[in-house]
């Protein structure tokens, strides 16, 4: 292709820089220009735009947009009629899930949601929020929050709110309480129904997928090589966890063999004391950019 024919939002704000670095593992480099909402791309066959992560659904559904990255929340948030290509874990500050919760003070009288029927809630997840009290017949008056939503229930301008939270730390550090978890969201690989039916386009968005959840994978997990005596290789074995099986190479000395495995990072404290101890030598720890 000569022009770009896939129109790709990466999302800004929060999840921007945690984002082009995790396309930048994948295999493309994203180059932000200052005050430029196009971001450059080394791939002649996408052209980048900038769009909030609330806003990423809408531009996906109406065409404005082929794909592009937001969170769960704000698909449920927008009910977009689009295609979730794949769930991609990775966030900001860790590779793992957040979660809306519902908070309120510490020293609130409210223990559970019923408990707020008639109340003031503040949230940025408006549309969400309502529907989920409005399931479960609790008549609540739910309101759009600009920011710094949880100082709102602190400053008692209302009496609870819904918020997003990875570790919980912000909602510790003001004294709130959370009472129940709406919602557990992650970003998303979104296409417009129309992309996803273009052959083309499709197998793009595909590959890109297939090539982001390999480094999400790969940022999990190490390459471990070490020379090892025959006599233990059954022992090691018990040892070293694989994502199929050792690769097992004969060296010149007939006596030893070469061991590779790619294992996940939580492990390798144990795993190399382990293998030292009955033998192992030359151990060589590597990072991984990509695991398919």
């Known amino acids: 292709m000569t022009s770009p024919f896939l129109k790709l939002g990466i999302p800004k704000g929060s999840l921007q820089d945690a984002t082009i670095a995790l396309f930048a593992k994948a295999g493309w480099n994203i180059l932000l220009r200052p005050r430029n909402y196009f971001p450059e791309i080394n791939d002649t066959d996408i052209e980048c735009s900038l769009a909030r992560a609330q806003e990423m659904a809408e531009y996906v559904e109406g065409g404005i947009l082929d794909a592009g990255l937001t969170g769960k929340d704000w698909v449920e948030e927008n009910s977009a009629d689009i295609v979730v290509v ?8 860790s590779n793992r899930k957040a979660k809306w919760v519902l908070c309120v003070r510490a020293d609130s009288p409210f223990k559970k949601p019923e408990d707020l029927a008639g109340k003031v809630i503040y949230t940025e997840l408006v549309g969400f929020t309502k529907r989920y009290f409005k399931s479960r017949n609790i008549d609540v008056d739910v309101r759009f929050s600009w920011g710094t939503t949880e100082a709102k229930v602190v400053a008692k301008l209302c009496d609870a709110v819904v918020e997003i939270t990875e570790t919980g730390s912000t909602i510790k550090a003001n004294d709130l309480r959370v009472i129940a978890e709406l919602m557990e969201t992650n970003t998303q690989l979104i296409a417009n129904k129309k992309a996803w039916a273009d052959p083309i386009r499709r197998k793009k968005i595909e590959a890109m997928n297939l090539l982001l959840q390999g480094a999400l994978r790969a940022e999990r997990m190490v390459g471990l090589k070490m020379n090892l005596p025959k ?38 404290r144990d795993i190399i004391p382990a293998i030292r101890a009955i ?7 590597y990072p991984l950019n990509k695991v398919i």
Request: net charge negative; charged share 25%.
């Open 231 to 268: 006599s233990v290789l059954e022992a090691t074995k018990k040892i070293l966890p694989a994502l199929t099986s050792p690769t097992i190479a004969e060296l010149s000395d007939p006596n030893w063999l070469s061991i590779e495995i790619v294992i996940d990072k939580s492990v390798v």
């Open 279 to 285: 033998g192992a030598e030359g151990i060589i720890e």
């Open 86 to 93: 794949d769930d991609l874990i990775y966030s900001k500050a």
